[in-house]
């Protein structure tokens, strides 16, 4: 009854196998094996984008704030949501990138608001030359809070931003649970919409700790291949990073593990509708859902080995009082162990 | 035929083989998984250092660049030699962690001269405000040339340093190569010499991108935790780091792996020997060697496959000309194939 | 008629005799001119501290940048108002000299709120390692409103701080007009409410551009004087800040223009109350206001000669609309001017 | 007898005057106002550049540091010699304000050899993405120590750095020496031999503290105005750096200054000619000069009043060891105590 990451879980076999069959001799390191080649067809096919530059690194956060640094100048800011996963759990990683550029926070929300937005950009630079200057816009897609931005709400954001010259970042930590969520294509959802560059998740979605960083202009190669050897994240033995994202790319592996967690959460979600006292913060979209239950029923759960972060609060007091759960299912979660929570709530209902 | 470096071959099957042991089911996230613990037991009980703060990262430059940020502060330098790591191959790394410290050059070998070391860190600091401030000595074991320090020429370099209190970081890349060719202890080429940080290497030595970072006084334990995640370099999946590190310490695997590597080395040596027209740069002590050979040696050998660097020019012009090559030899080499370059070899001499 | 702004206007004849004084002869560079020991004293006496560390900057940013990054690590965040000079109108020079730590914007006022401070600070590191962690608490006084605390909310604010090991900033670039609307002294507004370190503003009170860093404990000195230097912040010809401050802090010249400061800008305020269709958005307090008047006046003033700075709109519009404008009285401002200004508003009344 | 520095000494009269004619009236702040106007103006018409971006800052190490940082990426190197001033005396800030970029040290002496010049470049970026790229050069005119760039000499390394497109800057701290001692315009000296950012000293020669950043191409202006303001070296009330350069680029005020210090340097470098144990390590060109003389003559001189620095040991000691002195005069110097000085020596020589 493991519902409290979907970075916690294990890899497929596929992933393994692709790993071993990496392993055999030498290969040119640092990104310049041919597994890379590979891995860089692939995506640009997915994306639609033959020009893309794609790199690979092992961690959303080094994804994201290599991103970001290479389209931010240190004098700069970067618009965000005040959940961003940038702002709240990246421990400064941002700042630290783009050489002390500030995160301006919009709205109160996981997603823009566009008006917000807009008045956000305006504001910044209304001090001339005092205030931070205004730089990128990030969005998170899977949003931290479980919901995913439509197509014309991404090409509605993309649109105040290139308005004032500013580029667009998708944290696409959880991108294929948004994809198959939508039923776009990935072009739909990133160029095609406006979106400039991507952190393009495979951890949370069953790799070892492989993102791939994607331009579509490639004129931030060079820039980004630098900032990432000097920020230690490029690999000498980088095929073992290509090998995982060449088989997570292949015969839709990618898009089934996504299917299969976001299955797993509908499913979830279904089982909570059947609790009276179950309420969704947010209307669950993809993969992850916040749920407000009062604490005797966290109580039951979690004390019979359910576990899951609470929001707000912990298990200790009025059992009635209302808790804010976070529930996250990943791909390899087992049906059986949510129909057993299920029930330890149902015992609690009745 | 490859002797370009030991960060292009395979990786053990053991290593493989814990990776997929440790591919059941969820493990706390971040450091937590109890693999972790296995390791850092393993450490401290290898180092004999029951204290030790130890951490994983996934590069070498990483745990360079970690390691030296926690013991440097901006505006002081870092001690190092020209043909460093740290300076030449890290794009500027250990400046950006460390908030823009500088590095000093100290003499012109990769090993440290005492009495240029004791004359550079008296020299910093003869400026008051102005320069910058000594800051923590970093030397490399096996150093960059393929020699190796010895205990006695540790202990000195670190009683210069502590005279100055300044801390000593041991760029440890190749740390086992070095223990296996000195026959001492971790304990004895470390904290018993006087060092107070090690890059204790493993990707070079057959693992796929695992390095540990060891404090031996655990006051940096917190500190670096926060440079780590801020630098990105916190896995959340860090049980497939912890996995590697784990076989590879476990049965001694890691100093059978340097053996192999550096007996190879030692094969190739021997083998070099019998060539009249080459001659070694430094007398090879461990798993790399520089060797002076015309270049019609470097024509015959490179033409037929072997892979290997020249340090000083290409295969272009006068075969008469010298040139210097660069032979590292990894765990996984076939002595067939060091048989083979030798007769390339022969066959130019005959 | 210029309510622009206090950096603005000349400065009194006692600094520019002061700096004519000092310019004999050969003084030593770098701060260890005999006129700093001067100003070292007297400051240390005006504030009853006799341990103080006492430093010479050149602007107001740099006294905020450099004294919060002494107190800060890179993987800290800053909590100050959402309107704090620091993150409005710097440019990310807080962000730049910490190392990219991170501004955590509390409440949505000039002043803190105590329990959204508290509140505040119990959140970041609420995510262990992913978030940043908490660092020091920068107040202003006279807050960007025009408002001052009051002694009693300085030290209640020191004490949440202290409650949790978090030093407290004061960015007093209007410090003596803060001390003079209090009728305190130096000490009880600073150290003995738990104030830790002082931008101690000269520049807006008449002198050219020199402002005292103060650190109440002197264990931050040796690493403060290095900042500074490596800020570019550390004058050779330094005797010419000195000989400003220890003019500025002869004979109470600092606390006579803060007085006259005040009286100007009570003076206008008093005289706007006659106007009905005037509005205070904060009772003002020091020598700064907003207040809330219909375009019309707004028009009339400016169109003749009157300058200051609409917060919210332009001279463009419906006539009837409401505008907020920031009103400031410097030291010299003449008090036929402020009449002047009051007749053109009445004009429009009538 | 004060030889010690050109950085102790008053500022002239003339300067004095001019901050006390700015001193009326309200001006516009941080730049904007209208002598400063002027001084682009004129430093526009000085150096026939009638579209060269012209800013001020306070010192010598924000002109050097700010300047580099707009024409350096992080991961980038600068190429400057051991002893230059950003090198050796600026306490990291260069790294500071470029983010972290590397200094390459380029040969053994205070001016660039060519060859050595070209071969580090050339061995820069010879690690792909491994290294430091390559970055701007930064010659010193005066060099740091007391020679002089002949025209051709300045002419060929920019032919160097722009065969490999890269910018050259001029750290001008004793820019005006150098034009007199050269005789040649400002335009020869600077973009006409292909300069392309000079930091234009004037606190060496006169100036309380202030110097001027030009940029020949326009492109770096608004960048510079955002690195100057975040490195909190925008100064609110201007004005009063503004009247200071005014008045030294009025009337040739600074190359009469500039002529002066040559002029006392001459005088004293004559007199030290009939001091048969004194010997010039360089021969001196402008108003800085480094002297080989027994210990027992910087005794007598020291114990009677002279003050200058001794590069290579102190009093204490054998009579008979020959000790490096460097001698500065600034435009102030009086020639009684030049002679003075040099009847001490003489009297140790009788």
Chains 1, 2, 3, 4 share one sequence.
């Not at 240190?74 to 421990?91: G, K, L, S, Y």
């Not at 072009?187 to 919409?193: F, G, R």
């Not at 509708?273 to 239950?293: C, D, G, K, T």
């Not at 005797?296 to 200790?316: F, K, T």
């Amino acid at each position: 009854m493991f519902f409290a990451s979907d970075n916690a879980g294990p890899v497929p076999q596929q992933i393994l196998d692709a790993m071993s069959a990496a392993n055999a001799g030498y290969q040119s390191a640092y990104g310049a094996d041919t597994i890379m080649d590979q891995v860089r067809a692939q995506i640009r096919d997915i994306f639609e984008a033959p020009e893309a530059a794609v790199y690979l690194v092992a961690t959303g956060t080094a994804a994201n704030s290599l991103a970001l640094a290479t389209l931010t100048q240190p004098f700069q800011t970067v618009f965000c949501t005040p959940v961003a996963h940038i702002h709240e759990d990246e421990c400064n990683a941002p700042e630290f990138y783009s050489g002390g550029a500030k995160l301006t926070l919009v709205g109160q929300s996981a997603k823009f608001d566009l008006a917000e937005l807009r008045r956000a950009i305006e504001t910044e630079e209304s001090r001339g030359v005092h205030g931070p200057q205004r730089g990128p816009i990030s969005l998170t897609q899977v949003t931290e809070k479980g919901t995913v931005y439509s197509l014309d709400e991404i090409r509605a954001i993309c649109d105040v931003a290139h308005s004032f010259d500013l580029p667009v970042h998708m944290d696409g930590a959880r991108f294929a649970n948004a994809l198959v969520s939508l039923g776009c294509s990935a072009a739909d959802m990133t160029w095609k919409a406006g979106i400039d560059a991507v952190s393009f998740g495979g951890t949370k979605n069953g790799l070892m700790g492989v993102e791939a960083v994607i331009f579509f202009d490639p004129k931030h190669a060079w820039e980004f291949e630098l900032r990432r050897k000097r920020g230690a994240h490029l690999f000498s033995k980088h095929r073992y990073l290509s090998a995982q994202m060449n088989a997570y790319l292949a015969d839709g592996l990618w898009l089934d593990l996504a299917q299969k967690a976001n299955d797993n959460a509908a499913y979830l979600a279904k089982g909570l509708r059947a609790i009276q006292a179950a309420e969704f913060v947010y209307e669950p979209a993809a993969n992850l859902m916040f749920v407000r239950m009062p604490r005797a029923y966290h109580q039951a759960a979690q004390s019979n080995g359910a576990m899951y972060y609470l929001w707000d609060g912990d298990l200790e007091g009025d059992p009635d009082e209302i808790l804010t759960a976070r529930f996250v299912c990943d791909w390899s979660l087992d049906l059986n162990q949510i129909d057993r929570f299920l029930e330890l709530l149902l015992a609690v209902q009745a």
